[in-house]
């Protein structure tokens, strides 16, 4: 499948300058530690990720394009994104990489530590499983549709629903915080139920119908442009399924970090994620600025 981009590009213009203080690992200047093009100290960054995510991630910590930056890059791969967004809070990892634009917005709603997006990566589409039906107009009167138990990817599920013709939903609809009760129109009856979202792939035989980010459906060996029965179009992506590189409020300047997103972009990095996700994962270079203006 050719890759298709979303969004405008950027460039960062970033000095290679020593960081002190940059992970919790000793910045030690050695010879080893050199970075060749640069002849600069490397600086260690700490990146926190989820399945397949974490997997760009160490290819990018092993790119041409991090030597070249004079970045060492750690992968921290951690299960679950509430326990990620907690270890970047924490200070365990200095960045992490695995959620979208509204899922950040959820967490910063319920945290008093709030993070903030240094970059964007990708959107990758929301897909509608199901083993028993071969396409949305065949699922059965009353049957039961799984959604994450997430705000944010509760309502995103919702939307794809509407979308699919499934649902109606309330004008007012919170994007943000809408939940099943906000359906004002069910012609099949349908049922509801909210599940960990990393569960998915592994409750498909036992479910209807169940609603499974692209993340997770990966790791479950499904690839939502062949299996699934319905999905998004990543060409018509809302700005809250955007994903994003996150760091802790306070810390998204640091010249380090800003450097995520520049290699996220680079050739090399972009030839393995199309190689390897099969057009799953859909690049987008926008600006923080225009996303994430408060």
Known sequence: MKKKKVGYGFLLFASIILISGCGKASNAETPEKKSIASEQAVEKVIVGSVGSDADIWTFISKSEAAKEAGIEIEVKNITGGPITNAATVDGDVDANAF????????????????????????????????????????????????????PSNTTRGLRLLETAGLIKLKADFDDGIGTPDDIIENPKSLKFTLIDDLTGPRILPDVDVVLISNTIALEGGLNVLKDSIFHEEADTALRATINVIVTKEGRENEAALQKLGELYHSPEVQAYIEETFDGTKVEVEESIETIWGE
């Open 99 to 150: 959620q979208s634009i509204g899922y950040l917005e959820s967490f910063n709603e319920s945290s008093p530590d709030k993070l903030v997006p240094i970059a964007t990566t990708y959107v990758e589409p929301l897909g509608i499983y199901s083993e028993k039906f071969e396409s949305v107009e065949d699922i059965a009167e009353g049957s039961t549709i799984a959604l994450a138990d997430n």
